[in-house]
């Protein structure tokens, strides 16, 4: 093979973008970035086999490539599809797309107990950003949520079955991340659940993961339980010397508390670097760490209600000579505060 | 009575063994393939043969042989996918269950064909007397030299084992099925690579229905093209048909393509007309998970023409005014019945058989079943029949595997025909509960014969 890999030019949406051959439709977007970046609730770019469940980050392909340009039949997972030279992806310029997304989002709630008032992941929850961004105000669910009996899973992970929205990220962090893999899926259709081997307690250096992956409050902190609204607690970076994982790690502070320590997540609430249960769990001290400086907080979260930033543009408006024109009041407004 | 290729010696008594199959000129394909034919030539003679997947989506078979993927050093797999368990659907067990060695022997010649080492037949858990009867036949068949290593002498060696199923619908679905063979949960993959690039345990691998591989055997007996003169158009060849329902002789038909479906239910042949004299309501076609149809349409297409029994005439009209061949489980409903009952049946079918990987699917069925529940038993409101149309229409398309669209159409066709039936349970609750809506407006047309 030559060094050099020819790379396949992609647009999304309209934004042309050059991106290494075997990328998916959804990596290439997060490479433009902004609005344009399809949601994904199940992907986990660092757990091999994840995605394509959630189908929330569905996109039109209305140019298949290059060679063969016919579009594709059907809306795909862009997660699971790759780009391929020349290829033509339709996001949120789709009304089909929307429509789609809009009726996965109900989907997803139908069944989801809507207690976010008494949920710990309210405030960073994956599923409420969605819900909040693509969903309906109203339900037109009429019926009984569906609900399972209540199993202990150990004494650091708790398990709210009610919430869970099967995307499978924790038991493939278990299958890949962790040593012995005790939790799977149990039950088929809409009775499936995560559950262990025969009330097994997860119980491994790197089970606390599975907290960090859930996308919803299915799986919490069971020392973080009740203690406290994540909007009320101010996030810090910060490392230690840690001899099996990276260290690198965010703080939450309540005061001068440590409540809970999290992996460090990018702007695409994916975890950077997993980190074992004795960082998670065992050093809650200020002490314990070397303390690199508040993390940063996207304006849009509700975790920023305590630390205003500026906010900024959008990177695509940015990049765009026409759309700066187009967006010139909020340009102006961002720069002002 | 027309011609009969796979179940032509059905009646003779003993063709359940090995020896009575042999004097009827059995496993005389196997003989020609492995003796006279290269592996190209036998995809050579089922492409010209024009056979279609007999599983339901009618994909060429030949078509999909030739893509199955040859890379060095790597092996090659055959599975036949016995896991029939689509509602109305019952051909595949008739057939194992009476001719267990036409499909060993299309077994044999397919997988030569594909140069597989071994193969294999996954049955559906339930079938248990057919998993045995399969294992009998398979031990005959070894024992006479058929399977097993150097067959006939042709330096072609041939394992073929039988898996007894999970017991799950969606493990029909071939890469859910491959999946299950593994002795994994039976959850459908992510599509791209395709099984045929990439099957089971990561090796190029071909998923054929029952019916399809037995089909092979008649195929290289007489030729392809001799095949292909049977038919209408595309659809080349005999299809079996089980028919059941409101009519007087249900069970499994062999019948050219190309039959009208008018001679297909009213034929002493056949069906036999519609039982106790009653009048013909609607037809689901190819298995519970096609549309279904109302008589008007199901006899004659909406341009006027006569309907046949062939893949392109059955979906002549879209989904509009159309169905599917699908798998060929022909179900008849008569006047009597209640689609909103039967819809909810079948919801409740996927419902339950919905393997819960990808939202829509797993959610929408749940859902859709609870309003048609609702609806069935009275308490139903008129915006329920918009709200299903839209459900179902969100589930469609956006699912992993086709499950999500076997689910929606159902109840999306049901709606588009028969929506004065349902608004009539809305505005009449009591009435539904104790009688039914009969024929309305399909009256005129089942006066036919």
């Given at each position: 093979m030559s060094e050099e890999i020819a790379k396949v030019k992609v647009t999304i949406d309209g934004i042309t973008v050059e991106v290494e051959p075997g990328t998916s439709i959804l990596n290439a977007a997060r490479q433009i970035g902004g609005d344009i970046v399809p949601p994904a609730m199940c992907y986990?770019?660092?757990?091999?086999?994840?995605?394509?469940?959630?189908?929330?980050?569905?996109?039109?392909?209305?140019?298949?490539?290059?060679?063969?340009?016919?579009?594709?039949?059907?809306?795909?997972a862009s997660c699971r599809t790759t780009v391929m030279d020349g290829m033509e992806v339709e996001n949120i310029t789709s009304p089909e797309v929307i429509e789609a997304r809009k009726g996965i989002v109900e989907m997803l709630l139908i069944n989801h107990p809507l207690d976010c008032p008494v949920c710990d992941q309210a405030g960073e929850c994956d599923l409420q950003n969605l819900a909040y961004e693509h969903g309906a105000e109203k339900t037109r669910y009429e019926f009984e949520r569906r609900t399972f009996d209540r199993i202990d899973i150990g004494d650091k992970v708790q398990l709210h079955m009610n919430r869970c929205i099967l995307c499978y990220r924790c038991t493939y962090v278990a299958d890949q991340i962790t040593d012995n893999r005790v939790?799977?899926?149990?039950?088929?259709?809409?009775?499936?659940?995560?559950?262990?081997?025969?009330?097994?307690?997860?119980?491994?250096?790197?089970?606390?993961?599975?907290?960090?992956?859930?996308?919803?409050?299915?799986?919490?902190?069971?020392?973080?339980?009740?203690?406290?609204?994540?909007?009320?607690?101010?996030?810090?970076?910060?490392?230690?010397?840690?001899?099996?994982?990276?260290?690198?790690?965010?703080?939450?502070?309540?005061?001068?508390?440590?409540?809970?320590?999290?992996a460090r997540k990018d702007q695409f609430g994916e975890v950077e670097e997993f980190i074992c249960n004795t960082c998670r769990y065992d050093t809650k001290k200020t002490n314990d760490w070397i303390i690199e400086g508040p993390t940063h907080i996207d304006h849009t979260s509700v975790i920023s209600s305590n630390h205003y930033e500026m906010a900024k543009p959008l990177p695509v408006i940015q990049k765009d000579q026409l759309l700066i024109e187009a967006n010139k009041v909020e340009f102006d407004r961002a720069t002002k505060i | 009575m027309a011609r009969k290729l796979l179940l032509e010696n059905i009646n003779v008594p003993g063709i359940n063994t090995f020896d009575v199959y042999r004097q009827q000129g059995g496993y005389r394909a196997v003989e020609k393939a492995l003796k006279s034919m290269s592996p190209d030539d036998v995809v050579e003679e089922v492409k010209k043969s024009g056979l279609r997947g007999r599983g339901g989506a009618g994909f060429p078979t030949g078509m999909k042989w030739s893509f199955l993927a040859k890379p060095e050093g790597k092996a090659r797999y055959l599975v036949c996918n016995a896991d029939e368990s689509e509602p109305g659907t019952f051909k595949d067990r008739y057939l194992m269950t009476y001719l267990p060695h036409l499909l060993i022997e299309g077994m044999i010649v397919s997988s030569f064909?594909?140069?597989?080492?071994?193969?294999?037949?996954?049955?559906?858990?339930?079938?248990?007397?057919q998993i045995r009867i399969l294992e009998k036949a398979i031990a005959e068949a070894k024992n006479a030299g058929f399977l097993g290593k150097n067959i006939l002498g042709s330096?072609?060696?041939?394992?073929?084992?039988?898996?007894?199923?999970?017991?799950?619908?969606?493990?029909?679905?071939?890469?859910?099925?491959?999946?299950?063979?593994?002795?994994?949960?039976g959850n459908p993959r992510i599509k791209p690579p395709f099984p045929a690039i990439s099957g089971v345990w990561g090796c190029p691998t071909v998923v054929n229905n029952v019916e399809s591989i037995a089909a092979v055997v008649p195929i290289i007996n007489d030729g392809g093209e001799e095949y292909a003169k049977i038919g209408n158009g595309r659809s080349t060849g005999t299809k079996l048909i089980s028919a059941s329902g409101n009519i007087n002789k249900p069970?499994?038909?062999?019948?050219?393509?190309?039959?009208?479906?008018?001679?297909?239910?009213?034929?002493?042949?056949?069906?036999?007309?519609?039982?106790?004299?009653?009048r013909l309501k609607a037809v689901v076609a190819g298995g519970s998970s096609v549309p279904i149809l109302p008589a008007n349409l199901i006899l004659k297409t909406i341009t006027g023409e006569p309907r046949l029994m062939s893949y392109e005439s059955l979906s002549d009209g879209g989904f509009q005014s159309g169905s599917m061949l699908g798998s060929g489980g022909f179900?008849?409903?008569?006047?009597?019945?209640?689609?909103?009952?039967?819809?909810?049946?079948?919801?409740?079918?996927?419902?339950?058989?919905?393997?819960?990987?990808?939202?829509?699917?797993r959610e929408g069925t749940g859902w859709m079943e609870k309003v048609l529940h609702r609806l069935e038993y009275g308490h139903g409101k008129m915006s329920d029949i918009d709200l299903l149309v839209d459900v179902a229409k969100k589930i469609e398309g956006n699912t992993i595997c086709p499950l999500g669209d076997a689910a929606a159409w159902p109840v999306a066709s049901a709606i588009r025909h028969f929506r004065d039936e349902f608004e009539w349970h809305v505005t009449h609750p009591k009435e539904a509960l104790e009688r039914n809506y009969g024929l309305a407006n399909y009256a005129e047309f089942t006066n036919a014969i």
């Open positions: 986990y770019s660092k757990l091999e086999g994840s995605g394509g469940k959630c189908r929330t980050c569905l996109v039109k392909v209305s140019k298949g490539s290059e060679k063969d340009p016919r579009p594709m039949p059907k809306l795909v939790h799977g899926i149990l039950g088929r259709g809409d009775a499936s659940e995560i559950s262990t081997y025969i009330e097994k307690a997860i119980d491994n250096d790197f089970s606390g993961n599975v907290i960090d992956v859930c996308p919803v409050g299915a799986l919490t902190d069971k020392t973080f339980r009740f203690k406290n609204r994540v909007w009320f607690t101010k996030p810090v970076d910060a490392h230690r010397n840690c001899p099996t994982c990276s260290g690198k790690v965010t703080l939450w502070y309540k005061g001068e508390e440590v409540l809970r320590v999290t | 064909a594909l140069g597989a080492k071994v193969s294999y037949i996954y049955v559906r858990g339930e079938m248990m007397p330096g072609y060696d041939l394992e073929l084992y039988v898996q007894p199923g999970g017991g799950a619908y969606i493990c029909g679905e071939e890469t859910a099925l491959i999946e299950s063979l593994e002795g994994k949960r069970g499994v038909y062999e019948i050219e393509l190309g039959l009208p479906v008018e001679e297909f239910i009213y034929s002493d042949d056949y069906c036999g007309g519609i039982a106790n004299s009653k179900i008849a409903f008569d006047e009597d019945q209640c689609i909103v009952r039967n819809t909810w049946n079948y919801a409740r079918f996927y419902h339950h058989e919905s393997c819960g990987q990808c939202s829509p699917c």
